[in-house]
């Protein structure tokens, strides 16, 4: 079967940094993708990995390894703005089949 | 601008009722999918179509169906068969091949049960 897991909440001080961890086993992989939603709202793209290693982007950065079946998604120099949820995606399979974690939130208090 | 637009917002159903969301993108995308979001957890797949004329289900198919007629569209009848239809529905595309860096969303459709 196919199944991406991730930690259902954290927590985290503002300014501080914060590793979201993701696990996936799926028929075939061709690209797994980081999203962040706030409530009630569509999510909004963070980044893409197709490669192993680490894409940076700013206050993001997001690290794959294929082989592990294994992502994480590195939040540095939090705001209070970032409490939300982040939801790990995998696309699989011959139809491009893509299918989400259950996501984690992530609470930053002061 | 491209993008991928929902709608209706809102959408208030009757229960026995079919009711059908509309989900249309000018991204010239060839893969599109439905997903629906229940409070407090994560998008489940209902329906997914790479190609004009063609879908897949997802992992939550039953009491639901989808047509791909043109390519910029993929519109969703939740039909009387769904026993809990009352959800956040999200539509999504993503380019084809070793381009699809980013899978873009519309704004949601939130259906209820009345």
């Given at each position: 079967g196919q199944n991406i897991d991730q930690p259902t909440e954290m927590t985290a001080t503002e300014g501080a940094i914060v590793q979201i961890n993701c696990t996936y086993q799926t028929s075939g992989f061709n690209g797994l993708f980081w999203y962040q939603q706030h409530a009630g709202e569509a999510p909004t793209f963070l980044s893409y990995n197709v490669l192993d290693g680490l894409e940076e982007k700013g206050r993001f950065s997001s690290f794959l390894s294929r082989s592990k079946g294994y992502s994480y998604l590195l939040l540095k120099e939090l705001q209070m703005k970032d409490s939300a949820s982040y939801l790990c995606a995998v696309v699989s399979g011959g139809y491009n089949k893509l299918i989400f974690g259950a996501g984690t939130r992530l609470a930053v208090h002061p | 601008d491209g993008g991928i637009t929902q709608s209706p917002k809102y959408l208030f159903r009757k229960e026995g009722q079919n009711v059908t969301l509309s989900c249309e993108q000018n991204l010239n995308h060839d893969a599109m999918y439905w997903y629906r979001q229940d409070p407090g957890q994560g998008l489940r797949l209902i329906y997914y179509s790479q190609i004009v004329n063609d879908f897949q289900k997802g992992d939550?198919?039953?009491?639901y169906s989808v047509s791909r007629?043109?390519?910029?569209s993929f519109p969703l009848t939740v039909t009387?068969?769904?026993?809990?239809?009352?959800a956040f529905y999200l539509c999504a595309s993503i380019p084809q091949?070793?381009?699809?860096?980013e899978a873009f969303f519309g704004q949601g459709t939130r259906l209820t049960v009345v």
């Amino acid at each position: 079967g196919q199944n991406i897991d991730q930690p259902t909440e954290m927590t985290a001080t503002e300014g501080a940094i914060v590793q979201i961890n993701c696990t996936y086993q799926t028929s075939g992989f061709n690209g797994l993708f980081w999203y962040q939603q706030h409530a009630g709202e569509a999510p909004t793209f963070l980044s893409y990995n197709v490669l192993d290693g680490l894409e940076e982007k700013g206050r993001f950065s997001s690290f794959l390894s294929r082989s592990k079946g294994y992502s994480y998604l590195l939040l540095k120099e939090l705001q209070m703005k970032d409490s939300a949820s982040y939801l790990c995606a995998v696309v699989s399979g011959g139809y491009n089949k893509l299918i989400f974690g259950a996501g984690t939130r992530l609470a930053v208090h002061p | 601008d491209g993008g991928i637009t929902q709608s209706p917002k809102y959408l208030f159903r009757k229960e026995g009722q079919n009711v059908t969301l509309s989900c249309e993108q000018n991204l010239n995308h060839d893969a599109m999918y439905w997903y629906r979001q229940d409070p407090g957890q994560g998008l489940r797949l209902i329906y997914y179509s790479q190609i004009v004329n063609d879908f897949q289900k997802g992992d939550i198919a039953e009491g639901y169906s989808v047509s791909r007629e043109k390519k910029e569209s993929f519109p969703l009848t939740v039909t009387s068969a769904q026993k809990n239809p009352t959800a956040f529905y999200l539509c999504a595309s993503i380019p084809q091949g070793r381009g699809n860096t980013e899978a873009f969303f519309g704004q949601g459709t939130r259906l209820t049960v009345v």
